[in-house]
């Protein structure tokens, strides 16, 4: 079986100096090299050599991987760890035998995320479930919020700046977020047109790949990009701005063609500039790292100068809010187990803040961290970091 998306110069990056281990959620709560990065990252390196045959036992300790590169943050040598891990998780699920779990997740999420009709579909239907009350098949394990109706983009596909037009932007509206947290999306916009930002939203636009590279499925990823570039192609905006943190770190990584444009919400309005805040909120607010906006895209200091700026607003940190909460896409529901685990050390960390709510910028983690809330019989709220911050004006006048 060839291993040969895995790269030999990446691999090599590593040098086995254990820097990463305390850092790496999985490590934390079982203390075992095999499930460190520099363990994944040696096993790999022998699939990639044959010195170890493929087998499921080992693999398994790359499905325990968060992918949360929260390792990649801290390797004083520079190792891609993300880049590692999609390539060795493409390598292994080519090596797996068909109907596997994860074989089976990967086909649910490309017949699913990749069809709008389809998931708005599913959509309408968990919704007239949550209405009727048949919530427990809907709502057992995983922790899908109460569903609305779901985010639409405006008449013409254009949602005007509040004042000055001094921007364009291009929104990714994608594919999860518009079902399970609309009031996120129209929060975001309403910023954006505050910050004196045209919003334009894509026709055509497609799921930017995230779920599915993030599992293997780096092949019906690149099928997204090219669809989506094409849509991109030839319109002038500004910047493309998203709000989930694992589509703006797929779409940095994964799309040439829109290099240094793409932008996370706080990371353009703390460019930007956002206006005079015109009401006072008075809230105890912890905020959570979302990973792939701490770890994969570096981005700490933003949306936390953004919600200081807020009058009345008390920021109180977790002693670790850099640290996963265990959500990580379909990890969750894939491996429950080892992310009950990781969820028990952040509701630890997170309920000891005695914050009113805590904010977060990726819907897997607002997700995650509602379980866990309700599991500890907190009253605790979780909010989009958008939501937040649009607290602080009083219903605008377009
Ligand atoms: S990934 Fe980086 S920090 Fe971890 S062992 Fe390898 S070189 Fe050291
Ligand atoms: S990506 Fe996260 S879970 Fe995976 S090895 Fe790195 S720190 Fe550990």
Known sequence: MAFDLLKDDDLATCVHCGLCLD???????????????RGRIQLMTEWKRGSLPFTEEQARHIDLCLGCRTCEAVCPSGVPYGRIIEAGRADMERARRPAT???LARTALRQLVSHPTRLRAFGAMTRMAQTVGVT??????????????????????????????RHRVAFLVGCVMPILYPQSHEAAVRLLQLAGCEVWFPPGERCCGALLAHNGDLDGAALLRDANTSVYAGEQFDALVVDSAGCGAHLKDFYPELKGRVKDLTEWLAEVGLPPA???????????????????????????DLIRAMPGVELVEMRHPEICCGAAGLYSTLEPSMSAR???????????????????ANPGC?????????????????????????RAYSAPSP
């Open 342 to 360: 990781i969820l028990k050390e952040k509701m630890d960390d997170m309920l000891g803040t005695r914050a009113e709510i805590v904010v977060t």
């Open 101 to 103: 779990k994860r074989w």
């Open 136 to 165: 427990g098949a809907v709502r057992s394990g995983r922790q899908l919020p109460r569903l609305r109706a779901p985010f639409r983009a405006p008449q013409g596909d254009v949602a005007p700046a509040i004042g000055e037009r």
């Open 366 to 390: 607002q997700m995650q961290l509602a379980t866990g809330i309700r599991s500890r019989g907190s009253n605790m709220n979780v909010e989009h970091v958008a939501e937040l911050l649009l």
């Open 23 to 37: 850092a790496c959620p999985t490590f934390r709560v079982t203390g075992l090299e095999t499930e460190s990065p």
């Open 278 to 304: 015109n009401n006072e909120v008075k809230l105890r607010v912890t905020y959570q790292d979302a990973c792939h906006l701490a770890h994969a895209q570096r981005i700490r200091k933003q949306p936390r």
